[in-house]
């Protein structure tokens, strides 16, 4: 008899309660080995992919891409033996009976959107599961009858679930995975055709199966959708962006094509949300400096020949870093937070140091761990490796944690200087500038150095304008001259 095992949505960490589907890396029927790449879903903080738990086949996908899904709901099912003998079909009543137990276990928000075409893909994998068992002897019919269900817990967590000791397989991810598109009783010769391609086809009314593909293997391409798009509705794609435009891929364009709403989920969300909250809840003042920092351009220079940073990237990012942290040693006070519920204040003895980062999925705030207690070369390296995971979207959720203290580079941008918001929970952000050649008072003389601005934002129910102005014209001094950072080392 078959056995079958649930694979429920785990707890990607931070205590989420729920998370987006982003992409399916298998269909039903494919077969699957443990630790194999199974899905990628996107939470509030982060993107995860999910390994697969089991050795098996794949008999349900119970989640859709863009289903927003409860930790804890069942989103797959496999059958761990599918060389078993199979189980007697059931009675009709006992199937309706079965696939409604499983849809109900996904969570209330997103089980409408999941229930339809869960029954229609239930449908189309029974009659597709005799030819794929023809095709490959590995891969075993899904049988929707009453077999052994072997479920997970619940409450498991993301790290090691469903892996199995001994086990360390892995298959390379499939990022260009198709997926066959069929019309009704088009199971033996589906069409086939990438997921940007079908969400366009789908935006624009198109029917699949009545397009003639031109891409290698009988693949439906873009332009056949766009062709056929033409011919009914010429300014639709006029200004549709394409899909070198990630932020659009999950919204849905207008009739006439002229704008695509895009629902705000994950990232998005959550940053509005700590926005909003940060600025009608913490007062906020900021302090501007305007710095000559041609010693420190010169350090950089210095740096990037030396031989001892020659594995790391050297940037004038790395020596205002250094230097808010040794203002932070110089005025402890500033490196604090503000408990409401307890009506304290809490200064903390360690300077977990924030980065904010510009990504694909909006903005992102990882913070380098004890970072006070870095020398120069190992906060180069912290720096690149968090700024590198965030561009791709691999932060850790610990990462993004417990920040005390955040800079903001708007110089890269061309931009001179800013306000910036608060990271919640924080008492300071440092904003800084472009770097740009400039004339200056040096020495008695007007000389070209190089000068940038700063501005430091500050809780001003925890820093008074004093600690806040000390606090910048300390990293102010060590900018303009970095050795000043050896005397308060």
Not at 92 to 111: I, M, Y
Request: charged share 20%; glycine share 8%.
């Amino acid at each position: 008899m078959p056995t079958f095992e649930s694979f429920r949505m785990p707890d990607a960490g931070e205590g989420l309660t729920e998370a987006d589907v982003v992409t399916w890396h298998v269909k039903v029927g494919d077969t699957v080995e443990v630790n194999q790449p199974l899905l990628e879903v996107e939470t509030a903080k982060s993107l995860v992919e999910l390994p697969c738990p089991v050795d098996g086949v794949v008999t349900e996908l119970l989640a859709e891409v863009g289903d927003t899904v409860d930790v804890g709901a069942v989103i797959a099912t496999f059958d761990v033996d599918p060389g078993g003998e199979a189980a007697p079909a059931p009675a009709p009543e006992a199937t309706a009976a079965s696939q409604g137990a499983a849809a109900s276990s996904v969570s209330a928000a997103s089980s409408e959107a999941i229930a339809a075409p869960q029954a229609a893909a239930a449908s189309s994998a029974s009659q597709a599961a005799p030819a794929a068992v023809a095709s490959s002897p590995a891969t075993a019919p899904a049988p929707s009858g009453a077999a052994e269900i072997v479920d997970e817990p619940a409450g498991a967590v993301l790290v090691g679930y469903g892996v199995r000791a001994g086990s360390a397989k892995r298959r390379p991810r499939r990022d260009d995975a198709l997926e066959p598109i069929g019309g009704e009783g088009d199971s033996e010769y589906p069409v086939l055709a990438k997921p940007p391609v079908r969400k366009l086809a789908k935006e624009l009314g198109i029917d699949l199966t009545t397009i003639t593909p031109s891409g290698i293997g009988g693949l439906v391409t873009r332009e056949d959708v766009e062709s056929a798009a033409k011919s009914f509705s010429p300014q639709v794609l006029a200004t549709y962006p394409g899909d070198d435009q990630p932020w659009l891929e999950s919204g849905t364009m207008t009739k006439d094509g002229r704008a695509t709403r895009v629902p705000v989920r994950s990232v998005r969300k959550r940053t509005a949300e700590a926005m909003v909250s940060s600025a009608f809840t913490a007062p906020h003042v900021t302090v501007f400096l305007t710095v000559d920092v041609t010693e420190t351009m010169n350090l950089v220079a210095r740096l990037k020949k030396d031989r001892e940073f020659a594995d790391v990237r050297v940037t004038p990012l790395l020596i205002v870093a250094k230097a808010l942290l040794l203002a932070a040693r110089r005025h402890p006070e500033i490196n604090a937070s503000w408990d409401e519920s307890a009506q304290e204040i809490v200064y903390k003895h360690y300077v977990n140091l924030g980065i904010a980062a510009s990504t694909p999925r909006g903005l992102l705030v990882p913070n380098i761990k004890d970072a006070h207690r870095l020398p120069l070369h190992a906060l180069a390296d912290e720096i690149q490796e968090l700024t590198g995971l965030a561009r791709e979207s691999k932060t850790p959720p610990s990462a993004l944690r417990d920040g005390t203290i955040t800079i903001t580079n708007v110089g890269p941008l061309g931009i001179d200087t800013g306000t910036p918001i608060l990271n919640p929970g924080e008492a300071a952000i440092l904003a800084f500038g472009a770097i740009r050649e400039q004339p200056w008072v040096h020495e008695g003389e007007i000389k070209i150095r190089w000068v940038t601005q700063l501005a430091l934002s500050v809780d001003h129910r925890l820093v008074d304008g004093e600690l806040g102005a000390r606090v910048l014209a300390d990293v102010g001094r060590v900018m303009q001259d970095p050795s000043q950072g050896l005397v308060w080392a």
